[in-house]
């Protein structure tokens, strides 16, 4: 008879919880959060596990690509659908979660996930560290603007580079305020040097990847669109249709239809969003800025005058994630006819 395992996934430890084919608990223990611990415990038990089931989370990753190197039938599972499937368990425990996952594995009711490669990541990571960078050198920036505020001082536009002169100028006889200002700029010019150094390495992790130069040849896209993209993405091989892309990141409108009720709302806003921001800001640079020879650009235009800009540049987004797809798929480079 074969048997199903559920693993609930904790920091230290995890709730691991094997099943046989009625659905019967056969074991349960207490495992480390480590791959050769829970490989060596699932491997002692003696069972023909026919399926084994992980919930997605930070740790996730990480033990589902060591089991599968030792030959276990591993699947990721997505974290919204174990979720709603679990909404009817009167007691929210560890113990539990596992009992349902190894359930949700017995009787086949689950959305596997792809668990991205080492290299998208690592890519990921790069990216991740940027932004947290660039968002607390921007935070610093604002209140050092706040608190020169209150004394009457604007500091005015400036740029990351001539930020710290601006400001020492205007404490300049100020005690209080250049002792403030001396400090921040301090962690302010931290800040802007290891932005630099993520730039110019973003800048060289795109120029080395083919696929991030081909999807570059699509107007509005640049190395952090790209990046974030191929990275994302992955596998291009894992969608049927580019179309499906676009509901992917979660750019395709909600439905509830029930008897006489029919409601399309807004976007889901499902999967993720970084490559949902990344995506729309492509679209703003497409819709604001001169591009020349982009059919895309007439289209989204269309849309604007029906619904408004804030709907075109969603609506370009969403065509953007299916043309980028397309693209990487057949290899070929951006045609402004073909995304038309």
């Known amino acids: 008879m074969d048997h199903y395992a559920g693993i609930d996934v904790s920091l230290e430890c995890s709730s691991v919880c094997v099943v046989d084919g009625t659905g019967k608990i056969v074991r349960e223990a207490k495992v480390l959060s480590e791959p050769e611990a829970l490989i060596g415990w699932l491997g002692s038990q003696g069972f023909d596990l026919a399926r084994v089931g992980l919930e997605a989370g930070p740790l996730s990753q990480w033990l589902y690509a060591a089991m ?51 290299a998208a990541q690592e890519v ?12 607390k050198m921007l935070d610093i920036e604002m209140s050092l603007r706040g608190v020169l505020r209150g004394f009457g ?38 800040l802007l040097r290891e932005l630099n150094g993520f ?55 909600k439905k509830h239809q029930s008897g006489e009720r029919d409601v399309t709302g807004r976007i889901s806003k499902l999967g993720d969003g970084s490559v949902r921001a990344a995506l729309y800001q492509a679209a703003h640079i497409i819709l604001t800025r001169p591009v020349k020879g982009s059919g895309l650009k007439s289209w989204a235009a269309k849309v604007a005058g029906r619904g408004g800009m804030k709907k075109a540049k969603v609506a370009l987004a969403r065509k953007l994630a299916v043309v980028l797809h397309r693209m990487w798929i057949d290899n070929t480079p951006f045609r402004v006819t073909a995304a038309a």
């Open 124 to 135: 990921r990571a790069v990216l991740t560290a940027r932004k947290q960078l660039q968002s």
């Open 68 to 118: 599968r190197e030792a030959g276990l039938a591993v699947e990721l599972l997505e974290t919204r659908h174990v979720r709603d499937a679990f909404k009817a368990m009167p007691v929210k425990s560890d113990r539990n979660d596992a009992r349902g996952i190894a359930q949700l594995m017995r009787l086949g009711w689950f959305r596997p996930v792809h668990c991205k490669s080492l």
């Open 199 to 253: 730039e110019k390495r973003v800048r060289g992790m795109a120029r080395g990847d083919a696929r991030v130069r081909l999807l570059m040849s699509a107007p509005g896209v640049g190395a952090i669109v790209a990046l974030t993209y191929v990275s994302a993405i992955d596998d291009p091989t894992r969608f049927k249709s580019s179309k499906g892309v676009g509901a992917h990141f979660g750019l395709t409108p």
């Open 153 to 190: 001082l604007k500091v005015g536009p400036t740029t990351p580079r001539r930020f710290a002169g601006r400001i020492a100028e205007l404490v300049a006889g100020h005690t209080t305020l250049e002792d403030v200002a001396k400090a921040m700029l301090a962690v302010h010019a931290v």
